[in-house]
């Protein structure tokens, strides 16, 4: 069975710009959700998306936005790309939502420039 | 307000002797908690986890104990391995409530050969 894949691994980008973020789920696996991880402040919720309806939503600027589609698999997008935006950003996946444990992808750090 | 705390942002432990990580949380609506270990350039991977009708769970090398009168929650490894040196997130969750998973900052577990 085949894990969370998020792509890309790596991205660099320079201030002012937008950027797209994919995940793919577990299969089978209906619920996503994002988080930020940068050091020294663990890992931060973003969005959870739940049979393509954004179920709940962290405290970041509307700059976040996702989506999921009909398969499950999810974007998230930001725009306006701030210094402050580079982290790890981590796509997690679980069978119906949370309170179990969820399956997480690798990553994909992005770094503003 | 952050609600899972881990306090300590690093620990060394020498190879074969105990590593006891800790986590304390405020929201006593939390009743599901869980560890996650993640190494550098992977996504975290979910390690044990306990619910709140027990005390203390069980896993290979790995236990965890729970002080629901303390809030207050420990991860055990017995013996302590160099494999085992990463980054340890406690997180927490409501049961059934389908809300996220509220991570800690992480615990930086070295084990020295």
């Known amino acids: 069975k085949a894990g969370v894949t998020q792509t890309p691994r790596y991205l660099i980008k320079t201030r002012g710009q937008q950027v797209t973020l994919s995940c793919s789920p577990i299969?089978?696996?209906?619920?996503v959700s994002w988080y930020q991880q940068t050091p020294g402040q663990g890992l931060q919720f973003l969005f959870e998306?739940?049979?393509?309806?954004?179920?709940n939503k962290g405290n970041f600027p509307g700059r976040f936005s996702g989506r999921q589609f009909s398969n499950s698999r999810s974007e998230m997008n930001v725009s306006t790309l701030e210094l402050g935006d580079s982290a790890l950003y981590l796509c997690?996946?679980?069978?119906?939502?949370?309170?179990?444990?969820?399956?997480f992808g690798q990553g994909t750090r992005l770094t503003v420039v | 307000d952050q609600q899972v705390k881990q306090n300590s942002p690093s620990l060394s432990v020498q190879e074969g002797r105990i590593s006891i990580l800790n986590c304390d949380y405020t929201?006593?609506?939390?009743?599901?908690f869980l560890w996650y270990k993640k190494y550098p350039a992977e996504g975290p991977t979910f390690l044990i986890s306990?619910?709140?009708?027990?005390d203390k769970n069980e896993d290979g090398r790995f236990t965890v104990f729970l002080n629901k009168s303390a809030k207050h929650l420990s991860l055990h490894i017995v013996p302590s391995q160099p494999g085992d040196s990463a980054v340890y997130f406690c997180?927490?969750?409501?049961?059934?409530?389908?809300?996220?998973?509220?991570f800690g900052k992480g615990t930086r577990l070295s084990v020295i050969a």
């Open positions: 997690a996946s679980s069978i119906q939502g949370f309170s179990t444990e969820a399956f």
């Open positions: 299969s089978g696996h209906r619920s």
């Open positions: 998306y739940f049979s393509e309806t954004q179920r």
């Open positions: 929201n006593s609506m939390f009743d599901y």
């Open positions: 306990i619910s709140s009708i027990k």
């Open positions: 997180a927490a969750s409501v049961l059934g409530g389908n809300t996220p998973l509220v």
